[in-house]
């Protein structure tokens, strides 16, 4: 006879300190897997900056994973390339300008998952949040409580708020994204890596109605995941909300590589955009000229991270090794965040085991995701014919972008969490997480 009693919650409590992407993915695995949490969001109300956001065949299967419903949700409301010839394709490539990869306007690459796996799909990324806020309960979640301490107590963590307001926990997981205040906790704020630091390329983010980006550029440009390359820049058009609106994000390498404005995120006047790709061919300048309501965005990521975790603090998701999208993995990644941390937590009796849990997490996550940001900022200059020793050279440009992508979209992360629940056990064997090495 099989027993009706519902699994027993974990005996500790953990603090989310984020609810984007990646601190609702958290709380829905906690949740999923009984393990008590409070998220605390710094805004006041759930809301995702930007439009578009892509993931690719690794990302969902890590929403399965964390939760299958999180996946029923997404596929509801997914944008597939319109073709169903370009299933598994991620994006079409074609010359943004005349230059060594070929003529303007000519294809010369396909960038594909492999026979019978989704390509990349796109998803508006406010209906990706309400998707996940659906799921994680309402009592749950606290609003207007940005983190900007987090201490170590006899029992736990104490964190403190900009408000002024505290709040306790057994433990702490810092998920407040590219502006972390809990990384600094982390990794100390004297470490230059606890600040982000700009990449040398900011976009032009917009969205055009799919029946003008039709007229425009015809049913195959318009419907499908396109990028056009040119030298010192690329833009990534793909549909969204069900091939309703087409988006945009234009790329371009700033020739100082500085950026002196506070703010990261600024409105920005047509001639400015259009004077970026003035050098560009038709279809580019058309794609431009039809931008609504374009903002400018300065792309930073962190500098490498030499530990994800201090004592009963950890970080997951941006706030661990925020990247580029360049390679459209940022989003997916803190996805597989979500699901090996809860896992850990989940595999441990009591508060005691939660520290050798996170250096667990830090041992399977921190490499994999440290790649990420590094191969993201190369995989941008090779988008933008500045690869070194690839420039525009055809053939290299095209094994480049199909060995970057590979690693990604193939891992098996279960793998990763045998491995990590491996470790775990061997430290409850030995005492404690301080009397296990590994090497990284």
Not at 25 to 30: C, E, N, Q, R
Request: with cysteine.
């Amino acid at each position: 006879m099989t027993s009706s009693t519902p699994p027993k919650e974990k005996p500790f409590k953990i603090a989310i300190l984020g609810g984007g992407i990646g601190g609702l993915s958290l709380a829905i695995g906690f949740y999923k897997r009984h393990i008590p949490f409070h998220l605390y969001e710094s805004a006041h109300a759930f809301a995702e900056v930007g439009a578009g956001v892509g993931f690719g065949p690794n990302s969902l299967r890590a929403m399965g994973l964390v939760d299958p419903v999180i996946l029923e949700g997404y596929m509801k409301h997914v944008t597939h390339n319109a073709f169903p010839s370009k299933k598994s394709t991620c994006f079409d490539f074609y010359a943004g300008m005349d230059s060594g990869l070929g003529k303007e306007g000519e294809h010369f690459f396909e960038l594909t998952t492999g026979e019978g796996v989704l390509g990349m799909c796109c998803i508006h990324r406010a209906v990706f949040l309400d998707q996940l806020v659906s799921l994680v309960p309402p009592e749950t979640v606290s609003f207007g409580k940005r983190a900007v301490t987090v201490e170590e107590t006899s029992n736990g963590v104490q964190i403190k708020f900009e408000d002024g307001s505290k709040a306790s926990a057994s433990a702490a997981v810092g998920c407040d994204g590219v502006k972390s205040n809990i990384r600094k906790m982390v990794l100390g704020k004297e470490d230059p890596a606890a600040y982000p630091s700009f990449t040398g390329k900011y976009a032009y983010r917009g969205l055009i109605p799919m029946n003008k980006a039709v007229d425009m550029l015809g049913d195959e440009l318009a419907r499908n995941a396109v990028m056009w390359i040119g030298k010192q820049g690329h833009i990534l058009t793909s549909p969204v909300e069900k091939g309703e609106v087409m988006n945009v994000v234009a790329f371009k390498t700033k020739k100082d590589g500085k950026w002196d404005n506070k703010y990261w995120v600024l409105p920005q006047d047509r001639k400015g955009m259009e004077d970026d790709f003035a050098d560009w061919g038709d279809s580019v300048k058309k794609i431009v000229s039809l931008m609504e309501k374009p903002d400018v965005w300065a792309l930073f990521d962190y500098p490498p991270a030499n530990i994800y975790y201090k004592g009963r603090t950890c970080l997951s998701g941006d706030a661990a090794h925020a990247s580029t999208p360049h390679l459209g993995a940022g989003a997916g990644m803190a996805i597989e965040d979500a699901y090996i941390m809860a896992s850990l937590l989940a595999e441990i009796e009591d508060e005691k085991g939660i520290e050798g849990a996170f250096r667990a997490f830090d041992a399977v996550r921190r490499p994999r995701t440290q790649k990420l940001v590094s191969t993201s900022q190369e995989g941008g200059r090779v988008l933008d014919c500045e690869g070194k020793g690839i420039g525009e050279d055809r053939e290299k440009w095209r094994k480049d972008l199909a060995e970057r992508h590979e690693w990604i979209w193939e891992k098996k992360l279960e793998d990763d969490l045998e491995e990590a629940v491996a470790m775990l056990e061997g430290m409850k064997a030995r005492g404690g997480a301080e009397d296990t090495d590994y090497k990284i």
